[in-house]
């Protein structure tokens, strides 16, 4: 008789046990803790695991004409199994003041004053006032080729673009990636919108093209070559990169890059010194991240 209340005690204290544990664990406070502990891991997730490299550039002269320059960009990386994740930005801000002579916008004419000397004013404005973003997913069917798409913005005032937003689907392939380096292709299609500063908007289908080539030239020095392209029925962008990159240390580097970009049919009739392609040559430090 004993033992069987000795059982009866142990299996309601066992029952209060766990009825006890089921309230905590199912009450609003553990289930918002339980929730917070999750985002807090999912976003330690999908922040840790990135690297890539942030680029930095400045330029000044002064005389008879002051200018100024700034640019800077960064890549960051991420692979997941079969995917590749790529963010990227870029920005280049400039500045300059010159002086230039007067013209009579009725004869053409310098105008001069009573001496007869010409007469002059200053003129100051943006040589360059561009800000991009963009992100890249790959996943990779097979060692070498893999579907991608592309989301990216950018904005170049000074280029007549006040806004421009880009969507690519296509499939690239790898060619080759070892010790010297890799070369990979890309061809897709997609749509392009663009706001202008003047003009009438773009809005409509594009093919793309681009292509990526890094060479390990020495231990310290590395070329690379970049080439990206969308073109329609009413505009053709094309982008060349070129950089040589010379190693100062594990995190460090110092690089010489050229950018050419050219964009048809986007300049304004209002601006005479308005072109359809742009060019930048700069020295920059390179910090790995």
């Known amino acids: 008789m004993r033992s069987t209340q000795m059982i009866k005690t142990t299996s309601k204290k066992a029952a209060l046990a766990f009825l006890t544990s089921s309230v905590i664990a199912f ?3 553990a289930s918002a803790q339980d929730q917070d ?12 695991g990135w ?10 002269s002064s005389g008879n004409s002051d200018t100024s320059n700034i640019n800077g960009s960064i890549r960051l990386t991420k692979t997941v199994n079969r995917w590749d994740h790529l963010v990227f930005g870029t920005i280049f801000k400039g500045s300059s003041a010159i002086v230039v002579d007067v013209i009579d916008p009725n004869t053409n004419d310098t105008v001069v004053d009573e001496s007869g000397n010409p007469q002059r004013t200053i003129v100051r404005g943006d040589n360059s006032d561009r800000l991009a973003l963009g992100y890249q997913p790959k996943y990779f069917v097979n060692e070498k080729t893999y579907g991608f798409g592309i989301l990216d913005w950018e904005q170049d005032e000074p280029s007549n673009i006040d806004s421009a937003f880009r969507q690519v689907i296509g499939v690239g392939h790898r060619f080759y990636k070892d ?3 890799f070369l990979s292709v890309e061809i897709g299609i997609g749509n392009k919108s663009t706001s202008l500063v003047s ?9 793309y093209l681009g292509l990526n080539f890094l060479n390990n030239i ?4 590395t070329f690379n070559a970049d080439m990206r392209s969308d073109f329609g029925s009413d505009n053709t962008f094309v982008e060349l990169g070129l950089g040589v990159s010379f190693k100062l240390s594990e995190k460090l580097a110092l690089k010489i890059t050229h950018f050419t970009r050219s964009n048809s049919d986007l300049t304004s009739s209002d601006d005479l010194l308005n ?11 390179v910090i790995d991240i």
């Open 275 to 285: 072109s359809s392609s742009d060019s930048v040559s700069s020295l920059n430090l």
């Open 218 to 221: 020495t231990e310290n020095v």
């Open 37 to 48: 502990e999750s985002i807090t891991s999912n976003l330690s997730s999908a922040l840790n």
């Open 199 to 207: 003009g009438d908007d773009i809005d409509g289908g594009i093919g």
């Open 179 to 181: 010790d010297s380096g």
């Open 51 to 60: 690297s890539g490299s942030a680029i930095i550039g400045a330029t000044t």
């Open 27 to 29: 009450s609003p406070g």
